[in-house]
């Protein structure tokens, strides 16, 4: 089956073939998402699942160790399944021991800890998940469908299961002039949760985004870019798990990556040193210019 919908890939699995066992994704509220508009939730007929696992076996090579699982979140599909399509990857390509893909934090809920040690068991590891926040009147706000505590517990349940995880962060999700404790409130969540890497995306409102009649209607104002990077700052100052902050995404108007705890001084002295000098216009064109935002 192609893959038709655009797939936001973590960089760690750009390298990955990708195969579809669901489409669209079981939430699709979010306010900051039309990834999947008009797509409903579903599992990909088996057939098609059985045809695109023999299309990659054609050219896998002896390398070919992981696969990304595609949608907005595979692993809400029931355990049995996911173990059925790993049994049926593994036949054509013996060689792959290793799952990725998106998760939301309300798919782990819905997961008992059985289940969790059975994906563990057979390679499912470093998964994506759009935590986005901490901070639970921006997640409400826009109805993202977990709390702070939710991201907690869960992450909890997915290391004593074994399997670590990436989160997004999505800067600059409370609005304007609630940065500092969108950060805080973040930093707080995802220091207890304690993910592998994280990677901070700025936000960049499309038009086809539920979010821009909040805008239009000054329910929701888009902070500033230097807000979003003074809230980046914050983040990383109040950040105490050790893990990789990741922020070279193309909506970072200020790049950069590193480790927690070695690397905090060194990217907090980077960010002291570019934030004076940002220039608030010239970063918001390049973004809009890039994105066709609606700022
Ligand atoms: S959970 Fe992810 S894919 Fe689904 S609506 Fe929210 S942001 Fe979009």
Request: glycine share 8%.
């Amino acid at each position: 089956m192609p893959i038709t919908q655009p797939q936001h890939r973590p960089p760690q699995d750009l390298g990955c073939p990708m195969l579809q066992i669901a489409t669209g994704c079981s939430h699709g509220k979010c306010r900051f998402c039309s990834i999947f508009d008009g797509v409903p939730f579903a599992p990909a007929p088996a057939h098609e699942v059985t045809a695109d696992i023999v299309e990659i076996a054609r050219t896998a090579t002896s390398t070919t160790r992981r696969i990304y699982l595609t949608g907005g979140n595979p692993f809400a599909l029931p355990t049995r399944r996911l173990i059925e399509v790993f049994d049926e990857v593994e036949c054509h390509i013996p060689q792959v021991n290793s799952y990725g893909g998106f998760c939301r934090i309300i798919d782990v809920a819905h997961k008992t800890d059985a289940d969790l040690a059975k994906l563990a068991a057979r390679g499912v590891n470093d998964i994506t998940i759009g935590a986005e926040s901490g901070f639970d009147e921006a997640l409400a706000f826009m109805e993202k469908g977990h709390t702070a505590a939710d991201i907690v517990e869960q992450a909890r349940r997915l290391r004593e299961a074994g399997i670590e995880f990436t989160f997004f962060y999505l800067v600059g999700m409370a609005g304007a002039g609630r940065g500092q404790e969108n950060a805080i409130a973040t930093a707080r969540a995802f220091s207890a949760a304690h993910p592998k890497r994280i990677l901070a995306v700025c936000m960049t409102p499309s038009p086809k985004w539920p979010l821009t009649a909040d805008i239009r209607s000054g329910r929701w104002v888009p902070p500033t870019e230097v807000e979003m990077a003074q809230e980046i700052r914050t983040f990383i100052e109040h950040l105490d798990c050790e893990c990789t902050v990741d922020c070279s995404h193309d909506t970072d108007i200020i790049r950069f990556e590193g480790g927690i705890p070695h690397n905090k001084q060194g990217m907090l002295e980077l960010l002291d040193n570019r934030i004076p000098k940002m220039n608030e216009r010239a970063a918001r064109r390049m973004r809009e210019m890039l994105h066709h935002a609606t700022f």
